[in-house]
């Protein structure tokens, strides 16, 4: 191994985030968490549920894009990361086919 | 003999004295590239062992979605008993700690030992503020005899105290121990797993305190990283489906 190779790749991988996006993420998920409380003291039907979840998805996306770097990773991470949700929404979407083509009631 | 094979680490490896003429640091295995490479293969494997994770609680909460289903108002009952104040205090806590972890991260990638075991034993302190105040929920759970299958107590639920809850059949109300028995299946999981990442917290501080990351090595505190963060997004997901999604108005 020449030592160019060594200093390409190691120049490639790593990407150090700096305290301001993790500040600025922190704030965002801060914000978000009392929007979230606040909202769930209004009454909008099943909407409470679905913006909820929306929001707590929005949340898990940030943490995962820049708390664990996966924004900037390789696409090696980056499908790993898309293949393993996927699989995840197939197993509970293929239940959930069995469920609501019986009885669904209230959420 | 190759002395990667006696000193795992580049304290050890110092001290060991052995020879060791390879062009590489000593924390780079033998069996890879470079050093991109390893941090690479390290994270890939990391985030395998966060999809289990991701499977092994996506299962409870499928099993919470499907019996909110069936049991809906038994679940809507049994959700507005938890305290919502503590329930934000302790997402508002961990999220904290998440923050405080991602900055140790970066403290270990810019060399600052000092820094790097300020951040994680702030880490250590959030997570463990945010077990107390789980513990005094559960207290208020048994207080009120509400943990299922210890002298659990449907009174609450046939005659509410509060005058905007709708007073449930007893046989409704008897299934408010299934949520319950889910609340406490996934926050006990949540908080075992937060229990062993404190646990290795204090090992990483440790070893943080004689210099092990702060000298390229990073990847240990990169991946624990992964595992916190992990376990702060599953708060995320639970904080609204226990908490939040049917409050009496």
């Known amino acids: ?107 | 003999m190759d002395s990667q094979s006696i000193a795992t680490t580049p304290e050890e490896l110092e001290s060991s004295g052995l020879p060791h003429a390879h062009d590489h640091p000593a924390f780079m295995r033998h069996h890879f590239e470079d050093i991109g490479q390893q941090r690479e293969a390290a994270s890939f494997g990391m985030w395998v062992f966060l999809l289990t994770e991701v499977m092994f609680f996506g299962g409870l909460f499928c099993a919470y979605l499907i019996f909110r289903n069936w049991y809906h108002p038994a679940f809507v009952a049994g959700s507005n008993t938890l305290d919502i104040t503590l329930g934000t205090t302790n997402t508002a806590v961990l999220i904290g700690s998440s923050f405080t972890m991602a900055m140790a991260v970066y403290s270990a990638e810019m060399r600052r030992k000092g820094q790097l075991i300020l951040f994680l034993v702030l880490t250590i302190v959030l997570g463990s503020v945010f077990l107390g105040i789980k513990a005094v929920e559960y207290h208020q759970k048994y207080v009120d005899h509400h943990i299922p299958g210890m002298n659990f107590s449907i009174q609450e639920f046939v005659h509410p105290t509060n005058p905007k809850a709708i007073p449930l059949a007893p046989d409704m109300a008897e299934k408010t121990q299934l949520y319950f028995f889910l609340y406490f299946a996934m926050t006990g999981m949540h908080a075992l797993h937060m229990i062993i990442g404190i646990g290795m917290l204090f090992f990483l501080v440790a070893r943080a305190s004689k210099g092990a990351f702060t000298a390229g090595h990073v990847m240990p505190i990169e991946n624990f990283g992964l595992y916190w963060h992990f376990v702060d997004i599953v708060w995320i997901f639970l904080f609204p489906l226990l908490y939040l999604i049917s409050r009496y108005r």
């Open chain 1, 1 to 107: 191994m020449t030592e160019k190779t060594k200093q390409t790749h190691q120049d490639a991988e790593v990407h150090i985030v700096r305290p301001p996006v993790y500040l600025a993420i922190f704030a965002a998920l801060m914000v978000l968490t009392a929007l979230t409380t606040g909202i769930s003291f209004i009454d909008l039907g099943v909407f409470n549920a679905v913006i909820a979840l929306a929001i707590a998805c929005v949340k898990a996306s940030l943490v995962v894009l820049f708390f664990m770097h996966i924004h900037y990773s390789s696409r090696l991470l980056k499908l790993t990361v898309a293949a393993g949700l996927f699989t995840f929404m197939l197993l509970i979407s293929l239940t959930m086919t069995d469920y609501i083509s019986r009885a669904w009631g209230m959420f």
